[in-house]
């Protein structure tokens, strides 16, 4: 590690091959904190190159324990992390919202490392135990539309990093891979990210791994659709700025959707948005996520329909129904 390290200080980046063989060490323990964190810190004053990011992402599913939930249709629907806003869990909020309006999710989600509630806090907070055993992921994506997969279980590097990770309290390269490691390799995902780069790196792995993936940015920093700005989305086809008008909704502030001070805080927000009791702003960013999930799933459809089908799972109830068959059969 001192030799990459003193390499990595030089400015000299990593080959596919040399990011792989790290990662792998990583994953088998091999490095201890101090080396981790400074390897870690090397790309907070760096960008990381695509080969960099692909053979970080080439040694984590390598290592995986992959599972194999059947030939489903099924999205992966996640948000880097690392933008700083403390949001509630919006991303996790749209998945129900998504599996309420018919469709499957197959969530890959870990605890927050640099925000308050991770989707594993939050769902934890309910009383979720994780699993790695197929069958109970399988029941559970049958049973109400949504499986999640906890990355520590399925990823040993993910959790060799994760006591540095918290300690550091900032976006690592970490918040870039956990989107890309899904262990069932999901054919379709909706994806945030935290700034314009990481947007163009993130479609260029897309495009080569054949990946049908949504890719979102609010202009304003959020890693998510926010509706407190302009926000850009690409797909492999394309690419276009959007505004909430664009969707038939209003704006928000970033007040709007705060998601407290504690774990208790933005599970308690979240109940609110299930229930269809929280603010108008917050549902809406909700339903404007879980719309564009939709899109990518059924891209025939207009993203103004696909709104009006997520809103209609909210408010009727169905995505609070999945989100408690959820519970009951995970917990």
């Known amino acids: 590690m001192n030799r990459i390290l003193s390499n990595l200080f030089e400015h000299k980046s990593l080959t596919r091959e040399e990011a792989r063989d790290i990662m792998l060490n990583i994953a088998d323990g091999k490095y201890n904190d101090n080396q981790l964190s400074a390897f870690m810190t090397v790309f907070l004053m760096r960008s990381i190159t695509p080969e960099e990011l692909t053979g970080f992402r080439d040694a984590i599913l390598l290592r995986r324990v992959a599972v194999d939930l059947g030939n489903v249709k099924a999205i992966d629907i996640v948000g880097t992390g690392g933008d700083g806003k403390n949001t509630f869990n919006i991303s996790t909020a749209s998945c129900f919202v998504v599996a309420g309006a018919g469709r499957k999710v197959v969530k890959h989600g870990n605890y927050g490392a640099s925000s308050v509630s991770g989707a594993s806090n939050v769902l934890e907070f309910h009383g979720v135990k994780f699993t790695s055993d197929p069958e109970r992921l399988r029941r559970s994506l049958d049973g109400c539309g949504v499986s999640f997969l906890h990355a520590p279980f399925f990823s040993p590097a993910l959790k060799s990093v994760g006591p540095v990770r918290r300690s550091l309290k900032m976006r690592t390269f970490f918040n870039m891979l956990g989107p890309l490691v ?104 909700v339903i404007a996520n879980a719309a564009f999930a939709i899109t990518t799933l059924e891209p025939q459809l207009a993203v103004k329909d696909a709104v009006k089908e997520a809103r209609e799972s909210l408010e009727s109830g169905a995505a609070l129904d999945c989100f408690k068959k959820f519970v009951e059969l995970n917990g």
């Open 182 to 285: 899904n262990p069932t390799l999901p054919k379709n995902q909706l994806l945030g990210v935290y700034n314009l780069k990481l947007m163009r790196l993130y479609r260029y792995i897309a495009q080569n791994e054949k990946i049908n993936c949504t890719i979102v940015h609010s202009l304003d920093g959020y890693d998510e659709i926010s509706l407190t700005s302009p926000f850009k989305v690409a797909t492999n086809g394309s690419e276009r700025v959007m505004e909430a008008a664009d969707l038939g909704l209003p704006g928000a502030t970033q007040a709007d959707l705060f998601g407290g001070e504690t774990i208790a805080d933005a599970a308690a927000v979240f109940d609110d948005v299930l229930s269809n009791r929280a603010s108008e702003a917050k549902k809406n960013c």
